[in-house]
Structures are given as structure tokens and as C-alpha cells.
């Protein structure tokens, strides 16, 4: 069965605070629409963005749609939001896709242009049929979105995965970066790369309020380290994602290695203790 990408997964995370944001009843198509605009680096951000579509443009017209109302503590999903993520998972079976992503998401919602998602697109003067149209032309050019569903995830990476997404969004990131990984990786006790990265010398307070002032090192989007872990467990032959994994990826990217350098870890060091696990 496939599985949401991790942009899907914020997508669909910023579509719910959009309610909450704005007391709209439940989560409707037009809330998913502009949580996909909010999923920078995704392949439906990028469709939209080549259409002039952002969500600030989009917000203030996705407020009007609805009257605000006293939102309970579990928000519901309308059924025609049901009935997209239904569509969005066929979407991707159909195209022999293992996971379901953004631009899955939004062949969903332009298949059955049910809920408030086709009055949003015409308010930014577009159509459903034109947003369709031009996200199976990027389709066709074999682009995919990145994510690690192509590899089994542990349960622990999985958690580590949904962590950092969760925590990029409550600092008000548009993207997961590279810190937020490390972040949450070193506060995973249960994993043995926590230990690693502490004996390794980072300085976990300095990590946390870096990313809250907002350092560029730290918010590389982890797409690049996505794309190198899965070619590393191949390599490995491994039949599954740990945590070491993920963070051997991050530690032989530039990237990765200028974030480590810079909050107190030497990557060669920490290299050295992954290899000897």
C-alpha cells in the first residue's frame, strides 16, 4: 500500500492548522490546495509557483470560503477531502508510483473538483483542468518527488521523520531542513545515533536556538540527504531505513557536513563511530 511523501505528509499537516488558524468547520479540499502551496520544494509547489500560485495570494480568498465557527479539539475531514486523498492514491497507483506526494494530491483534487478547491482556483483565475494539465506535464518528464518510501523505514526513522517535519512547521518553516533532522535525531534516546552525535561533541542548545533565529545552514531542505540515503541502502544492501542510515547520509553531504562543523561536531569523527556500529 502506498504511502504519503513527506511534503504530502506537511501538506496535509498545514492544511489542518489552516483551519484551526481561520475556525473553519473542517478540512476541505481549498485548505489542501494551499497546504500544497505551503509545501515549498514539492512537486505541486513547483507546479504552482510556475503558475503564479502562492499562498499568500491564495489565503485570504481560502478565509472567505467559509464562515468561522467554534472549532473543536479533533477537526474532521469534509468527505470531499476523503474522497480526494481516495482519488490521489489512485492517481498514484495508476502511475506505478510507491508513495503518494504532492503532486498526487493534486491530480486528486482536480479528478473530482469536489469541495471548496475549484472556487479557490477560479478566485486566483484558474482551473482545475489547467492545474491538472500542467502537473501531468511535469509527470511526464520523469520527475518524482523525493522521499524514502522506495526503502522500508524503521519504525524509529519513521518517528524521526515525523518529528522534524512537525517540528520545522511549529517554528514556522517552509521546508524540513537538515537541522530539523539533526535536532530531532539527537533527541531521540532511543536511538543509538543520539549518543553518537552527543559524544561527538554537538551542542544540542546552540542547535535548538539556531534554527529558531533561522541559519541558513540548518534549512537546506533534506531532500538531498533523501535522495543519498536511499542510494546508500542499496549500497549497503540493507532491507530497511535506520537512523544510522539517515544520518551517515547527512554526514557525506557538504551540507550536512558545513551544520555539523558549525554547531560542534567534526564529521570525520562521527563518521568513524557509524562505520565501527
Known amino acids: 500500500m502506498s504511502t504519503y511523501s513527506h511534503h504530502a505528509r506537511r501538506a496535509l499537516t498545514h492544511a489542518s492548522l489552516l483551519v484551526q488558524r481561520y475556525r473553519h468547520p473542517f478540512v476541505d479540499t481549498g485548505h489542501l490546495l494551499v497546504g500544497v502551496m505551503l509545501a515549498e520544494g ?17 489565503e485570504p480568498h481560502l478565509q472567505a470560503l467559509y464562515p468561522m465557527v467554534d472549532v473543536p479539539g479533533e477537526v474532521s475531514n469534509a468527505d470531499a477531502l476523503n474522497m480526494t486523498l481516495e482519488l490521489a492514491a489512485s492517481e498514484a497507483e495508476w502511475l506505478s508510483h510507491h508513495y503518494i506526494g504532492t503532486e498526487h494530491l493534486l491530480l486528486g483534487l482536480t479528478r473530482s473538483n469536489a469541495g471548496n478547491a475549484s472556487a479557490l482556483l477560479r478566485r486566483l483565475n484558474t ?9 501531468r506535464r511535469v509527470l511526464s518528464e520523469g520527475t518524482s518527488e523525493a522521499d524514502l518510501q522506495m526503502v522500508r523505514l524503521s519504525e524509529l526513522s519513521r518517528r524521526v521523520m515525523y518529528a522534524a517535519e512537525q517540528l520545522a512547521i511549529s517554528l514556522g518553516h517552509s521546508q524540513v531542513g537538515i537541522g530539523h533532522l539533526l535536532l530531532v535525531m539527537a533527541r531521540e534516546r532511543r536511538s543509538t545515533t543520539s549518543p553518537m552525535l552527543l559524544a561527538c561533541g554537538l551542542d544540542e542548545t546552540r542547535l535548538r536556538d539556531g534554527l529558531a533565529r533561522g541559519d541558513g545552514l540548518l534549512l537546506v531542505s533534506i531532500d538531498r540527504i533523501l535522495n543519498q540515503v536511499r542510494d546508500l541502502v542499496e549500497r549497503v544492501g540493507s532491507h530497511y531505513t535506520g537512523t544510522e542510515h539517515l544520518l551517515l547520509a547527512l554526514v557525506n553531504d557538504p551540507a550536512g557536513q558545513a551544520a555539523l562543523n558549525a554547531y560542534g561536531v567534526r564529521p570525520e569523527t562521527l563518521e568513524a563511530y557509524l562505520q565501527a556500529k
Request: aromatic share 8%.
Open 42 to 58: 514539492s512537486i505541486g509547489w513547483q507546479v504552482m509557483q510556475s503558475m503564479g500560485l502562492s499562498a499568500a495570494q491564495a
Open 127 to 135: 482551473s482545475p483542468e489547467y492545474l491538472r494539465s500542467r502537473v
